[in-house]
Every structure is written in structure tokens, then in C-alpha cells.
């Protein structure tokens, strides 16, 4: 599954993991989770994340 960056601190989405902190299921792809989730580790919003092109 498609793995996005946090633009602001580098922090990595894996879908394989979701984010289960935040509530994420593993296995959620990005573009399923809220429109309020916030990165776990420095706040940026949705829009701050980019695709990791591989
Ligand atoms: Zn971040």
C-alpha cells in the first residue's frame, strides 16, 4: 500500500500499521482516515503529508 510523509517532520504513514494511537486500524489506507487526524508526532494536518514515491 501507497506510504505518506509528513512534510513538516519526515514522519512516515504506513497503512501495513495505521496509527492505532490515533485510532487508525492497521490497514487503513491514507486517504480513508479522517479529515482530522493530525500527524502523532509533530500536529501537521492531512494536507502536510506527501506520497513517498518508490
Ligand atoms: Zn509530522
Given at each position: 500500500?501507497?506510504k505518506?510523509?509528513?512534510i513538516?517532520?519526515?514522519?512516515?504513514?504506513?497503512p501495513?500499521a495505521?496509527?492505532?494511537?490515533?485510532?487508525?486500524?492497521?490497514?487503513?489506507?491514507?486517504?480513508?482516515?479522517?479529515?482530522?487526524?493530525?500527524c502523532?508526532?509533530?500536529?501537521?494536518?492531512k494536507?502536510?503529508f506527501?506520497?513517498?514515491?518508490?
Amino acid at each position: 500500500m501507497q506510504k505518506y510523509i509528513c512534510i513538516v517532520c519526515g514522519y512516515e504513514y504506513d497503512p501495513e500499521a495505521g496509527d492505532p494511537d490515533s485510532g487508525i486500524e492497521p490497514g487503513t489506507p491514507f486517504e480513508e482516515i479522517p479529515q482530522d487526524w493530525v500527524c502523532p508526532v509533530c500536529g501537521a494536518t492531512k494536507d502536510q503529508f506527501e506520497k513517498i514515491e518508490s
